[in-house]
Structures are given as structure tokens and as C-alpha cells.
């Protein structure tokens, strides 16, 4: 007969309580974010005599509801230790450059693609309003970043909200119903004046919403669910979207914007249908390691992912630690075989063998497994 574990109820207990935490804190955080947000959108449309410097100083707060809301989650259910945890990854930016040229440029090439499509099917391309303003387009761009969605909204969606959906549903499942909830956060500009929204069809809009927030999933997963890169995708889209002119202005032609939610929603489509890694759900490996405090501080250093499994990324030495321990159970002899196979590193069919870092850097850095 065998005996009952007397400490499985308890870990299965603890499990379920994390999980109804995390269910919470999410809660939390969407509540908080729709009441900061749409409340002051509600203020801006219900008192239309305000003064324009008050509606635009409410514009630019109601944007930061999503970052705010994640840093009051956080700082609530985790603490100051798990606030610090949060930023570190929010801000890691070790990365390699080609994770944030892709962000920066691959929007303004869908931009200017769907342009040259417009203009090639008949349509009347309008001038930009960056010609010949190229200091005021600067500044306008770094009002953008800086006062704009990118940092008032990226702490939030995919810094907080897209790394608790994906340790429940997955990174795919989770980048759509985020960006189903990131719909419907922009529904109300639709009816505000002077946004926008207001001058977009309200579908395509939508619908491009939903296959941005698949996009974005699949770098914030391929890149540790760092913030950064988000935050210059964001911005380059916001950006590009003012410099180069495929939005309707006036109830004008639609033919260029119709163009580019249709490259979206293709390119949203192959990145849920090719393979890619598997997320380290909150995307810090320190919660996984808690028995060396020497190999956490190296992880957090070195930043070098080197195997994606089903537990997360792990770093070379995690790995090496685990084959050592496979190693004791096996015959001397045979111990001896395999250590001598993964030291040397000769064997391909080794399933111990780390991946190398050429296979890391490979490109283009999508699809990784």
C-alpha cells in the first residue's frame, strides 16, 4: 500500500490560490484601466466647454490607464520585490539590435508598401505632413513616444497583461483576446472629436487591432516580454501612421488603409501559424530557480536564452546542472560516456547537446524552434 503524500494537497491548494490571484489581479488590472481611461474620456465629452489646454492635458493622462493600472496590480499583489522583479523585465534590454530595427522599421515599410499599392491601383497619394518640416517632425515624433501610447499604454498590455494570459492560454490564445480587450478600450474615440479614430472605418480598425496585438505578442515573446521593443513598435506605428499618409483624412479615400489592415491581418496570420518558442510565462527565470542564488545573478546578467521547453527558457549552466543530476542515476560507466558526449559537444543526435548561439542569432529571429 502506498502512503499518501501529506504535502500534495497543500502544493495543490497553494497552486490554485496563485492561480485565482493572478485571475484577480487581472481583473483588477482591466477595471483599473477602462475606469482611468474612459472616465476621463467621459469628463473631455460630457463638458464640452472646457478649455482646450485642460482637454489636452486629459488626452495625454487617459493614455498612460493601461501602465498605471499595471504598476498599481503589481506593486498590490506582488509588493515592492515583485514591483522591482516587474520593471527588470519590462526594461531588460539586452536583446540584440535586430529585435528593435524590425520594430522600428517593418511598420514603416508596410506603411509605405500599402502607398505604393494605393497609388499603382489608381488612388491619389496625398502630400506628407513631414515634408519640409523635418525639426517639427522630430519633435512630434518624441511627443509620440513620450506622451503618446507607447509608454502610457506598453507597461500595461504587453508588460503585464499579455505574460499572466499566456501562462493560462498560451502566447496565441493570449494575443487575441488582448487585443480583443484593446478594441474595445479604443471604442469610445470613435465618437470624440478631433481623434483619429473618429475619421477610421470602424471595422478595419478593429480587426487591425486585434492582428497588432497578435504581432506584438510575437515579439514581446521573442524577445522576453521586454517593454522596448513594444514601445518602439508603438511608436513607429503611431509615427508612421502621421508621416506617411495611409489614414483617411476628412471621410477621404479608405483604398490605402483597407491596404494596410489587409498586410496586418496576413502578417498576424503567419505568425500564428508558423512554429516560434514557448513563453516563459512571466518571462523572469529567477521564479523558477530558488535553490542558487550565484545562477540567478548570472541569468540576470548575461540575459542568454538558450533552450526553449515546455518549464521556460533556461540559461546553459541551468542546464548543465540538470544533465549532472541525470548523470548520478546511471552506471559509472555509462555516466562517464555521457559526460564525455555533451563536454565535447560532437554529437548532433546528443539530446543533451546545447543549441548553439549561431542557431540563436539566426535570421530573421522568428520562428526560433
Not at 180 to 205: D, E, K, R
Request: aromatic share 8%; net charge positive.
Amino acid at each position: 500500500m502506498i502512503a499518501a503524500d501529506p504535502g500534495r494537497p497543500q502544493t495543490l491548494a497553494m497552486g490554485q490560490t496563485a492561480r485565482s490571484n493572478k485571475v484577480s489581479a487581472l481583473a483588477i488590472f482591466c477595471m483599473l484601466t477602462f475606469g482611468w481611461t474612459w472616465g476621463l474620456w467621459a469628463i473631455i465629452m460630457l463638458l464640452p466647454g472646457l478649455q482646450s489646454a485642460v482637454k489636452t492635458a486629459l488626452m495625454l493622462a487617459s493614455a498612460f490607464g493601461p501602465s498605471l493600472a499595471g504598476l498599481v496590480t503589481v506593486t498590490v499583489f506582488d509588493g515592492v520585490p515583485g514591483l522591482k522583479r516587474w520593471l527588470l523585465r519590462c526594461l531588460f534590454w539586452r536583446l540584440g539590435w535586430g529585435w528593435f530595427a524590425i520594430a522600428a522599421l517593418v511598420p514603416l515599410f508596410a506603411m509605405a508598401i500599402a502607398l505604393g499599392l494605393h497609388a499603382a491601383l489608381g488612388g491619389i497619394v496625398p502630400a506628407s505632413p513631414a515634408a519640409g518640416h523635418l525639426w517639427l517632425s522630430v519633435l512630434i515624433v518624441v511627443q509620440i513616444f513620450v506622451l503618446g501610447g507607447p509608454l502610457g499604454e506598453e507597461f500595461g498590455w504587453r508588460g503585464y497583461a499579455l505574460p499572466v494570459l499566456s501562462r493560462h492560454i498560451g502566447w496565441r490564445g493570449a494575443s487575441i483576446a488582448l487585443g480583443v480587450v484593446w478594441a474595445i478600450w479604443h471604442l469610445p474615440l470613435f465618437w470624440m472629436a478631433g481623434t483619429s479614430q473618429a475619421t477610421l472605418p470602424m471595422l478595419p480598425f478593429l480587426a487591425g487591432t486585434i492582428a497588432l496585438s497578435v504581432l506584438f505578442a510575437r515579439l514581446a515573446v521573442n524577445t522576453r516580454f521586454s517593454v522596448l521593443p513594444a514601445i518602439c513598435l508603438h511608436g513607429a506605428i503611431n509615427a508612421g501612421s502621421w508621416a506617411i499618409p495611409v489614414t483617411p483624412q476628412g471621410g477621404g479615400d479608405q483604398q490605402a488603409y483597407l491596404i494596410v489592415t489587409g498586410i496586418l491581418l496576413l502578417a498576424a496570420l503567419g505568425c500564428l501559424i508558423k512554429s516560434g518558442p514557448v513563453a516563459a510565462t512571466d518571462g523572469v527565470e529567477r521564479q523558477r530557480l530558488q535553490g542558487c542564488a550565484r545562477l540567478v545573478r548570472r541569468i540576470g546578467k548575461s540575459g542568454q536564452v538558450i533552450h526553449e521547453g515546455q518549464r521556460g527558457t533556461l540559461h546553459a549552466s541551468v542546464l548543465r546542472s540538470k544533465h549532472r543530476r541525470k548523470h548520478r542515476t546511471l552506471p559509472p560507466a555509462a555516466r562517464q560516456r555521457r559526460r564525455s558526449c555533451c563536454k565535447m559537444q560532437k554529437h548532433r543526435s546528443c539530446p543533451h547537446r546545447p543549441i548553439s548561439k549561431r542557431w540563436l542569432h539566426s535570421w530573421p529571429p522568428f520562428g526560433t524552434t
